[in-house]
């Protein structure tokens, strides 16, 4: 099943009541309730400030009572209108249960909007790969810019885009309007140039370790935006050998599996001893040793498979896929 968030905060911060808020005020914080063990929580913040002044807009996010971790900050200034933007991601890991009190910090007075969301990914060493940009005066397509090659194929990316002024989601101005492709929206909600922080944040489940990119279109003319992805692995990814072996094979144990990732008759085996073939459907799956790292996951090797003893059954030459579990 793809991920998904399990709990989330909602939309949270700046509005037509209260367009400014400093450290301490009520609409920078709230409570994710019944976090489950394990899981993660994730703060997207996108703030502004009439300052081109140098400094973070957003001093610190804490969860828990803990301070967060920053994955990505992107902040610009644009000197002719003199405002400052900055769109941030913040995490923190394996949580453990029950209710998580979230709080932002800010440089404020200032507006922010912002949302907190907890995930089932990794507990420790999650976050892999970052990417930011800033486009002053955006027309058209704004892209953050892809990241460095994932560690892994399955991982989670979270892509936002932040601008104070002048942007429709792909020419609509629904909040939080239409996703970049292949992502599902998260929060977002359009600018109104007095009150709210217009920014959009999406989220998918990566299946290749290419690097990630996200791509908002059309953005308005004149838009300053600050984009920002993360990536986090979602779990610790093991990688095996899947052996399409014949039902002959269903339910033997002791079988030895030799795999090729060319011509067998130009390269050394792998070998994989002692192994079990499912009860039924004719697979196999290498355990133990994972393939070496140059079979990528989802390349297809030559395989045999045999059973020394018992009733010394064999493959011949089958197929084998790279797969990660």
């Given amino acids: 099943m793809p991920i998904a968030p399990t709990l989330s905060t909602g939309l949270k911060g700046s509005d037509s009541t209260n367009p400014t808020l400093s450290t301490g005020d009520a609409k920078l914080g709230a409570t994710l309730t019944g976090v489950t063990a394990g899981h993660a929580i994730i703060v997207v913040t996108n703030a502004f400030k009439f300052s081109t002044a140098s400094g973070d807009l957003v001093t610190?996010?804490?969860?828990?009572?803990?301070?967060?971790?920053?994955?990505?900050?992107?902040?610009?200034?644009?000197?002719?209108?003199?405002?400052?933007?900055?769109?941030?991601?913040?995490?923190?890991?394996?949580?453990?249960?029950?209710?998580?009190?979230?709080?932002?910090?800010?440089?404020?007075?200032?507006?922010?909007?912002?949302?907190?969301?907890?995930?089932?990914?990794?507990?420790?060493?999650?976050?892999?790969?970052?990417?930011?940009?800033?486009e002053q005066g955006a027309d058209g397509t704004v892209s953050v810019g892809a990241t460095s090659t994932l560690a892994q194929a399955v991982e989670l990316a979270i892509a936002v885009a932040t601008d104070r002024y002048q942007w429709g989601w792909n020419s609509g101005y629904a909040d939080p309007g239409n996703p970049p492709s292949g992502y599902t929206a998260l929060s977002g909600q359009c600018a109104d140039n007095v009150n709210k922080v217009g920014f959009q944040s999406a989220y998918k489940e990566t299946s290749s370790t290419a690097g990630v990119d996200a791509s908002w279109a059309p953005a308005q003319t004149g838009g300053d935006v600050t984009a920002v992805i993360a990536t986090f692995k979602i779990s610790t990814v093991q990688r095996r050998l899947k052996v399409l072996a014949g039902t002959a094979m269903n339910g033997k144990t002791g079988i030895t599996l030799h795999a090729w990732a060319g011509n067998p008759k130009d390269s050394v085996a792998q070998e994989w001893a002692g192994l079990s073939a499912e009860a039924s459907g004719g697979i196999l799956y290498s355990t133990g040793t994972e393939p070496p790292a140059a079979w990528t996951t989802g390349a297809i090797v030559n395989a045999i498979a045999y059973q020394p003893s018992g009733t010394k059954q064999g493959t011949g030459y089958v197929q084998a896929i790279v797969e990660e579990f």
């Fill in 60 to 134: 610190g996010v804490t969860i828990g009572g803990s301070a967060a971790t920053l994955a990505v900050r992107r902040a610009e200034s644009n000197s002719g209108t003199s405002h400052r933007t900055e769109t941030c991601i913040w995490y923190a890991l394996n949580q453990t249960s029950g209710n998580k009190a979230i709080a932002i910090a800010v440089n404020g007075p200032l507006s922010i909007n912002w949302h907190g969301d907890s995930w089932a990914i990794a507990t420790s060493s999650a976050l892999d790969q970052t990417a930011s940009s800033w």
